[in-house]
């Protein structure tokens, strides 16, 4: 009983020990799997007696496997431990009994178990959820027969994560963002969602083949106005491999976004972090209120370096310091740490590359690093505690406005993304042609695209002297794509026509939006051969220009929309607002050196902060 004694009261020692050294004695490790499991015994008594009156069939789980095999009790007793009061409130006796029996016998069957820690299938096999998705018990034994179909006992763990991978076929939707994520039933079903709900799915479908595996996500991009969380596998040597879609192969996984930080979602509560350790004494952001998270930033393969912040917030006595980054809604933390004395230390914190220092981000003018604001949390509200910084894997800056300004000129208020420079691209070769005949056999050409577009509406002029009643934009192979056309008379007036088209895109509903006054709505047909269409007048006339744009993204400045331009001194300051006359917007007095930041007052959401260098706008 001494020594029962004095391993329980050696075992935060015992962690430290384990997470630093390359091997430890099998003696040791069993020292610490009996600690844990006796901590877990004990947290599940109290979690029993304290939600009793909200369940009082808890006490059941444990009673069924005491006594009996060890491994079932201790995995009740992990389950137990660590249940939140929600989970206490609806949790069903018989259906988690049923689950632990399931998931043991199927881990007993690998032919990988053996290679782990009996921990390890704790954490990353029988827990009852993956992330936040509505407690369902069923797929356990659903998802073992709808997803990895050929899965042999005589698998190795590689082939069998191979299998049960290339299964899932999932179509994710990055506007679903912001959704609470699915029941399993309805992810299983529907096989479409956000990357979360593909995320818990495939983490399910590893699990119930008896492959430990967790959530991994990151809360917020540094570069673009959402997160992101894909399925890992977790390997004998902890290692993990990455799987974001069916084809992957779980190796060098690429991010198509600045990564500040990276998590894995734990089913245990982190007792162990700085904090949990403050969780009584300071107000904690929600974001981080939850306590089941692992940092694991550096066991994937992007670029990251630690961060030395100098504090120079007063004021505020807060122990705990947040790492931020942007978002049009206000700040994201993304990091926290516990200061000491006037700085703070962030362990492992992206700089936007991957492991090599290569930048896989798809955006025309990116900046270089990551933008972080460190922060308190007091009062519901991040508060700056010191100057805005940029964090590059050499080196980094710090950004503040000059009591210097400069006159600025601006073209967009989100950055250009490759995607849609793509779909610019498309309409390389095409034609705009002009006839008298209904079938185009006296086409004459009146524009030939030889470079690709701006991503907006733009106005071509027109040499050409003839007269046309028929207008039309024709691609000959590869994809039509279209957002908007509009035709104009030599003397500069509007000419209204009915749409017109070939034989297979005159019956789609798209091809009412080339005419529709919308920059965002298009047609777009892949494969097409002589694809074409347009506009037909009540006679014929001299076209003095044309006006087109191609499938975008309308985050250009747009004529007629409003605009206001803030800079960052601690808060947002607003520089003043104006209504766009052209494609590009002037603001004169603006600080030199500071972070901007502009807003559509008439419409559209999506906008991302930059710094004005060298007359072009640069993205963070």
Same mark, same amino acid.
């Given at each position: 009983?001494?020594?029962?004694?004095?391993?329980?009261?050696?075992?935060?020692?015992?962690?430290?020990?384990?997470?630093?050294? #390359?091997?430890?004695?099998?003696?040791?490790?069993?020292?610490?799997?009996?600690?844990?499991?006796?901590?877990?015994?004990?947290?599940?008594?109290?979690?029993?007696?304290?939600?009793?009156?909200?369940?009082?069939?808890?006490?059941?789980?444990?009673?069924?496997?005491?006594?009996?095999?060890?491994?079932?009790?201790?995995?009740?007793?992990?389950?137990?431990?660590?249940?939140?009061?929600?989970?206490?409130?609806?949790?069903?006796?018989?259906?988690?009994?049923?689950?632990?029996?399931?998931?043991?016998?199927?881990?007993? !069957?690998?032919?990988?178990?053996?290679?782990?820690?009996? *921990?390890?299938?704790?954490?990353?096999?029988?827990?009852?959820?993956?992330?936040?998705?509505?407690?369902?018990?069923?797929?356990?034994?659903?998802?073992?027969?709808?997803?990895?179909?050929?899965?042999?006992?005589?698998?190795?763990?590689?082939?069998?994560?191979?299998?049960?991978?290339?299964?899932?076929?999932?179509?994710?939707?990055?506007?679903?963002?912001?959704?609470?994520?699915?029941?399993?039933?309805?992810? /299983?079903?529907?096989?479409?969602?956000?990357?979360?709900?593909?995320?818990?799915?495939?983490?399910?479908?590893?699990?119930?083949?008896?492959?430990?595996?967790?959530?991994?996500?990151?809360?917020?991009?540094?570069?673009? &106005?959402?997160?992101?969380?894909?399925?890992?596998?977790?390997?004998?040597?902890?290692?993990?491999?990455?799987?974001?879609?069916?084809?992957?192969?779980?190796?060098?996984?690429?991010?198509?976004? !600045?990564?500040?930080?990276?998590?894995?979602?734990?089913?245990?509560?982190?007792?162990?972090?700085?904090?949990? !350790?403050?969780? *009584?004494?300071?107000?904690?952001?929600?974001?981080?209120?939850?306590?089941?998270?692992?940092?694991?930033?550096?066991?994937?393969?992007?670029?990251?370096?630690?961060?030395?912040?100098?504090?120079?917030?007063?004021?505020?006595?807060?122990?705990?310091?947040?790492?931020?980054?942007?978002?049009? /809604?206000?700040?994201?933390?993304?990091?926290?740490?516990?200061?000491?004395?006037?700085?703070?230390?962030?362990?492992?914190?992206?700089?936007?590359?991957?492991?090599?220092?290569?930048?896989?981000?798809? *955006?025309? &003018?990116?900046?270089?690093?990551?933008?972080?604001?460190?922060?308190?949390?007091?009062?519901?509200?991040?508060? $700056?505690?010191?100057?805005?910084?940029?964090?590059?894997?050499?080196?980094?800056?710090?950004?503040?406005?000059?009591?210097?300004?400069?006159?600025?000129?601006?073209?967009?208020?989100?950055?250009?993304?490759?995607?849609?420079?793509?779909?610019?691209?498309?309409?390389?070769?095409?034609?705009?042609?002009?006839?008298?005949?209904?079938?185009?056999?006296?086409?004459?050409?009146?524009?030939?695209?030889?470079?690709? $577009?701006?991503?907006?509406?733009?106005?071509?002029?027109?040499?050409?002297?003839?007269?046309?009643?028929?207008?039309?934009?024709?691609?000959? !192979?590869?994809?039509?794509?279209?957002?908007?056309?509009?035709?104009?008379?030599?003397?500069?007036?509007?000419?209204?026509?009915?749409?017109?088209?070939?034989?297979?895109?005159?019956?789609?509903?798209?091809?009412?939006?080339?005419? *529709?006054?919308?920059?965002?709505?298009?047609?777009?047909?892949?494969?097409?051969?002589?694809?074409?269409?347009? #506009?037909?007048?009540?006679?014929?006339?001299?076209?003095?220009?044309?006006?087109?744009? $191609?499938?975008?993204?309308?985050? &250009?400045?747009? $004529?007629?929309?409003?605009?206001?331009?803030?800079?960052?001194?601690?808060?947002?300051?607003? #520089?003043?607002?104006?209504? /766009?006359?052209?494609?590009?917007?002037?603001?004169?007095?603006?600080?030199?050196?500071?972070?901007?930041?502009?807003?559509?007052?008439?419409?559209?959401?999506?906008?991302?902060?930059?710094?004005?260098?060298?007359?072009?706008?640069?993205?963070?």
């Amino acid at each position: 009983m001494g020594m029962m004694r004095a391993l329980v009261i050696d075992f935060e020692t015992m962690i430290s020990i384990r997470k630093t050294a #390359l091997f430890l004695l099998p003696a040791l490790l069993a020292g610490i799997c009996f600690a844990c499991s006796e901590n877990n015994t004990r947290r599940a008594e109290q979690s029993i007696a304290k939600y009793s009156g909200i369940n009082s069939d808890l006490a059941k789980i444990l009673e069924r496997h005491a006594g009996g095999d060890k491994d079932h009790y201790r995995a009740a007793c992990f389950i137990l431990a660590n249940l939140t009061e929600e989970d206490a409130r609806i949790l069903d006796a018989d259906s988690v009994i049923a689950s632990i029996d399931c998931a043991l016998e199927v881990w007993r !069957k690998t032919p990988w178990a053996s290679a782990y820690r009996f *921990d390890t299938f704790l954490e990353y096999v029988l827990p009852l959820r993956v992330a936040s998705e509505p407690l369902e018990y069923f797929w356990r034994w659903d998802a073992a027969s709808r997803f990895g179909r050929g899965v042999s006992p005589e698998d190795s763990l590689h082939v069998a994560v191979q299998k049960v991978n290339n299964t899932i076929a999932f179509t994710t939707y990055p506007e679903l963002f912001k959704n609470k994520v699915q029941k399993y039933s309805v992810s /299983a079903t529907s096989l479409t969602g956000k990357c979360d709900d593909r995320t818990v799915v495939t983490v399910m479908a590893m699990r119930a083949h008896g492959i430990p595996a967790a959530r991994h996500f990151i809360p917020y991009w540094g570069s673009s &106005n959402n997160g992101h969380s894909f399925c890992s596998v977790i390997q004998p040597d902890g290692s993990c491999r990455v799987f974001q879609n069916t084809t992957d192969e779980g190796e060098n996984a690429f991010f198509a976004r !600045k990564v500040p930080k990276i998590y894995r979602k734990m089913f245990s509560v982190q007792e162990k972090t700085a904090l949990y !350790k403050y969780r *009584d004494t300071e107000e904690i952001p929600p974001e981080f209120s939850d306590f089941r998270r692992m940092d694991v930033t550096d066991s994937h393969q992007i670029g990251f370096a630690d961060l030395e912040v100098k504090l120079t917030g007063q004021g505020i006595e807060n122990r705990m310091i947040y790492l931020c980054v942007f978002s049009p /809604a206000g700040w994201i933390p993304v990091a926290c740490t516990e200061r000491s004395g006037g700085k703070a230390l962030f362990r492992a914190v992206g700089t936007g590359t991957d492991a090599y220092g290569n930048s896989g981000v798809g *955006d025309v &003018n990116a900046g270089d690093g990551i933008l972080y604001l460190p922060c308190y949390y007091a009062q519901g509200e991040f508060i $700056p505690a010191a100057n805005l910084l940029i964090h590059k894997k050499n080196g980094g800056r710090t950004i503040e406005p000059s009591s210097q300004t400069e006159k600025v000129t601006l073209h967009r208020k989100f950055p250009l993304r490759k995607r849609i420079e793509g779909f610019a691209q498309q309409m390389v070769g095409g034609v705009f042609e002009g006839a008298n005949r209904a079938d185009f056999s006296d086409a004459e050409e009146l524009h030939y695209i030889y470079e690709i $577009p701006l991503p907006r509406m733009q106005r071509v002029t027109i040499d050409h002297k003839g007269a046309f009643r028929y207008i039309r934009y024709r691609k000959a !192979k590869g994809t039509f794509s279209l957002g908007e056309i509009k035709c104009f008379d030599a003397e500069g007036r509007h000419l209204s026509g009915r749409l017109i088209a070939d034989n297979t895109l005159r019956e789609l509903p798209e091809l009412a939006y080339i005419s *529709d006054n919308d920059p965002l709505t298009y047609i777009s047909v892949q494969g097409m051969f002589d694809g074409w269409a347009g #506009l037909q007048f009540d006679r014929g006339y001299r076209i003095g220009a044309i006006e087109f744009c $191609p499938r975008n993204d309308d985050n &250009n400045i747009y $004529p007629g929309n409003q605009y206001e331009l803030y800079y960052w001194d601690d808060e947002w300051i607003t #520089l003043g607002r104006k209504i /766009a006359e052209d494609y590009s917007l002037q603001f004169d007095d603006v600080p030199q050196g500071a972070l901007l930041r502009l807003r559509n007052l008439t419409r559209g959401k999506e906008e991302r902060p930059f710094t004005y260098e060298n007359g072009t706008q640069v993205w963070w």
